[in-house]
């Protein structure tokens, strides 16, 4: 997994908040 699809998944996640 490469940092940048972790920090994509952040990105989402903070969204989706």
Same mark, same amino acid.
């Given at each position: 997994?490469? +940092?940048?699809? +972790?920090?994509?998944?952040? +990105?989402?996640?903070? +969204?989706?908040?």
């Amino acid at each position: 997994m490469s +940092i940048q699809s +972790i920090n994509q998944k952040s +990105i989402i996640n903070n +969204i989706d908040d």
